[in-house]
Every structure is written in structure tokens, then in C-alpha cells.
């Protein structure tokens, strides 16, 4: 039943729209589809001649599944969903209508939350065209509120609410003002973005101090102070002896991007970004690419991001913005609590990969460096690492097991 609701979506959410057949790549292929148990039960169901034996042999109950909204999987073939024609076309949406769609397929790349009972929409980055619209409008993350009268087709969004007082691992009341505040630091361009990044890394950990010394009440009072000292400019040149770490950053980067690699069923988009990155700074050479990736970072990356400073901005507040940054969900079908410093730490983890891709994509392409290399790299990395949980959860173990989850190694992976 349709009631009242009030949503929150970016003005990169209402301007999407699916692109279909011109796409360049393809969300029907690539990586896991889960399927919720409702829709698992309507396939069982279905009567269609064609579709009854895909479902039977390609749709799968996933083992050991903990609840209704991921019940099970779909075996791709070739890589792609078999329900996908020869002409790219949904053969499920085609003869059964959009109603038959499981909760991925319908919703895909749109994301949402509920806090406070507000409907928070967002776009994920794995999808070229919702990059696009997000990374290349200025004002893409401009947020617009309205009041619709609609129902929820799916149950259990990611929620927070501030007012539930059974959930007391963080001061979960004082989210909005920590939210503002983390926003506010994301888009000062007083200070240059690296600086941001460790700016918002010691206010999370002088956050996960309060929370650990039970200290909640407090946490108003240091809100504010922060916001004050940002205002002065107190931070101007607090940074200026942190050392640019070029060869720290590429063996990152690298380390991670030939993991995944290992791990196998890499989307082609994926692979050529990481050939691009290793060619374009020759990450073979005596130094490991070190001077072809400062020259790159020096010539074409930073005068590229200088001009378009929203695009960078863009990622990282969409990114913010939809993980609920940096709380989390109390309530979530994958999240894991994780502390506030973890999550900081996850945020850096996607912003050095992403900008050291980058640089290399612009070794690599030199001056045709520009919007399409990005979307392309952004969309890639989203698809192949973003999306995988088990995987980000190993870099996080990797760093907290060899003391690396600390501001100064946080520095050495951000400093441009």
C-alpha cells in the first residue's frame, strides 16, 4: 500500500536514465547476481517454455543463505546472465513484466537508505552512466527533498536511526551534524584534497577516541570545534613536512589490482584500466614507475583534476553519501560494523586506488587524458573491487594485521 514518504535523492539520481543497448558495458554480466526469495519463488512458479528451463538450471539457492533478500544466485554462462538475449534484452522483464525482476535487477545501479525514515537515493559507481552523471555535473550531488506518496517494493533497506537508543556502539544521534561536518570538509577547497583526506582521518579518530572513553555526550562540543577550527584555517600548512610517497602509493595499488586479478572473472574494462596503469608508468622499470608516475601525476592528472575539481569531489561525496559515512547502517543486508576509524580507512582505501589508476591512465594516454579515461576507470575499479565485499575486507585485514590502519600510512597513500 502506497503512503507518504519523504525522499532525499542526489540530482545525479533523478538524472538518470538507463542508456540500454548503447551502453559500453554491461550490468547483466561480470560479477554474482543474487536473487531475493520472492522472486526465487515466482521463478519457480513460472510456466514459460523457454524461460522454466533457464530458471531450473541457472538459478540457484545459495548455501547457508542467512535471510530472504539474497536466497539465491544466478549461475552466469559465458560470463553474462543466460536470461540475456542475443539482442541485450532481459528475457524476464520481456515476457513476464519489470514486476518479475528480482530486487537487484529492478533497482540497479540506484541505491537507498532509510534514515529517520527518510528514503536517501543515490547512484553506484559501477554503472558508466550513473558515473557520468555523478563525476562530470558540478552540481551533481545537490540534494533535493520531496514527499511522495509511493510504496516500498522491497523490504529492509540499510537504515539508521538517530532517535533507537538499542544501538549504542556510536553516538548514532549526532549523525546529522557529523554528517554536515565530514560534507563541509569534503568540499573546502581552501585546502587542497589530500589535506581534506587526513583533516577528516583525525577527526574520525579523535572520534573513536570519544566513543571508546563512553563519551557521547560530547561529541556536540567537538563537532563544533572542528568546524571552527576549519573556518579560522587553523590547518593551513599542518601538513606541509608529510612526504609524497609515490613508490608507497604504486606498490598499493598494484598489490591490490594483481590480487584481484588472482581471484579471477575480471570484467575486460577492468583489465585494460590495470594494463593502462602498469604500461603507462612502466611499473617494470628500476624505479617501479616511480618517475613516470610523478611526471604523469605533474602533467596531465593534477591540471586535468585542478580544472574539474568536482569530479574527484563528486566520487568521494557519492561514495560518503551512500555508505552513510562514517557511521554505516545500524541495519544492513551486508554491512559489518566496523569502527569510524575503519571506515575512514575503507574510504582512503577506494580513493588511492582510484587516483593511482588514474595517474597511470594518464601516463598512458598522455594529453588525451580526460572525461571518458575516468569514467572508465572509475566504473571498472566499482565493478570489480567496490562491489566485492570479501575482498575490500581483506585489504582492511591486511592493513590492520601489519599496523598499517594508522594516519601515517593513511598519509602515505593520500598525498599528492
Given amino acids: 500500500m ?5 525522499v532525499l535523492q542526489s540530482q545525479s539520481y533523478t538524472n538518470f536514465n538507463c542508456i540500454h543497448k548503447d551502453c559500453e558495458d554491461n550490468c547483466c554480466g561480470g560479477w554474482g547476481i543474487v536473487i531475493d526469495k520472492r522472486t526465487f519463488d515466482t521463478y519457480r512458479e513460472c510456466t514459460d517454455a523457454e524461460l522454466r528451463p533457464i530458471m531450473d538450471s541457472n538459478v540457484d539457492v545459495i548455501d547457508g543463505t542467512p535471510n530472504d533478500m ?4 544466478i549461475k552466469l554462462e559465458h560470463d553474462r546472465c543466460p536470461f540475456l538475449s542475443e539482442s541485450l534484452r532481459c528475457r524476464i522483464h520481456e515476457k513476464l513484466g519489470e514486476s518479475a525482476l528480482s530486487r537487484a535487477c529492478s533497482t540497479y545501479p540506484r541505491a537507498v537508505n532509510l534514515v529517520d525514515g527518510v528514503l536517501e537515493c543515490s547512484l ?3 554503472c558508466p552512466e550513473a558515473v557520468r552523471v555523478v563525476l562530470l555535473d558540478p552540481d551533481s550531488m545537490a540534494l533535493e527533498a520531496s514527499v511522495r506518496s509511493q510504496a516500498l517494493r522491497f523490504a529492509s533497506p ?7 537508543r538499542k544501538y549504542t556502539n556510536k553516538p548514532y544521534e549526532h549523525f546529522p551534524a557529523v554528517r554536515d ?12 584534497l589530500w589535506e581534506r583526506l587526513l583533516i577528516l582521518g583525525f577527526f574520525c579518530d579523535h572520534l573513536d577516541r570519544v566513543i571508546a572513553a563512553n563519551d557521547g555526550a560530547s561529541v ?3 563537532v563544533a570545534g572542528y568546524a571552527a577550527q576549519i573556518e579560522e584555517g587553523l590547518f593551513a600548512g599542518a601538513f606541509k613536512d608529510v612526504p609524497y610517497q609515490p613508490i608507497e602509493q604504486i606498490n598499493f595499488v598494484t598489490k591490490w589490482i594483481d590480487a584481484r586479478a588472482a581471484d579471477g572473472t575480471l570484467n575486460p574494462r577492468f583489465v585494460t584500466t590495470c594494463d593502462e596503469f602498469k604500461k603507462g608508468i612502466d611499473v617494470g622499470s628500476i624505479d617501479g614507475g616511480a618517475a613516470a608516475y610523478v611526471d604523469a601525476a605533474t602533467r596531465y592528472y593534477e591540471p586535468f583534476v585542478d580544472a574539474n575539481p568536482h569530479i574527484i569531489e563528486n566520487y568521494l561525496h557519492n561514495y560518503m553519501f551512500k555508505a552513510l559515512f562514517p557511521f554505516g547502517p545500524q541495519k544492513s543486508l551486508y554491512f559489518e560494523q566496523k569502527s569510524v576509524f575503519t571506515e575512514y580507512v575503507l574510504l582512503v582505501v577506494h580513493y588511492a586506488i582510484v587516483r593511482s589508476l588514474l595517474i597511470g591512465s594518464a ?5 588525451a587524458f580526460g572525461e571518458a579515461q575516468v569514467v572508465t576507470v572509475v566504473q571498472s575499479f566499482s565493478k570489480a573491487i567496490e562491489h566485492n565485499l570479501p575482498f575490500l575486507k581483506r585489504i582492511l585485514g591486511f592493513l590492520e594485521n601489519r599496523n598499517l590502519n594508522s ?10
Avoid: C, F
Fill in 158 to 164: 540499510p537504515s539508521l536511526d538517530t532517535k533507537d
Fill in 363 to 367: 601516463a598512458y594516454h598522455r594529453e
Fill in 70 to 73: 539474497a536466497y539465491a544466485q
Fill in 220 to 222: 556536540g562540543d567537538m
Fill in 407 to 416: 594516519m601515517v600510512y593513511m598519509a602515505a597513500l593520500t598525498r599528492g
Fill in 124 to 126: 553506484y559507481m559501477s
Fill in 2 to 6: 502506497a503512503t507518504p514518504l519523504t
Fill in 181 to 192: 561536518l565530514v560534507t563541509s570538509i569534503l568540499r573546502n577547497r581552501n585546502y587542497a
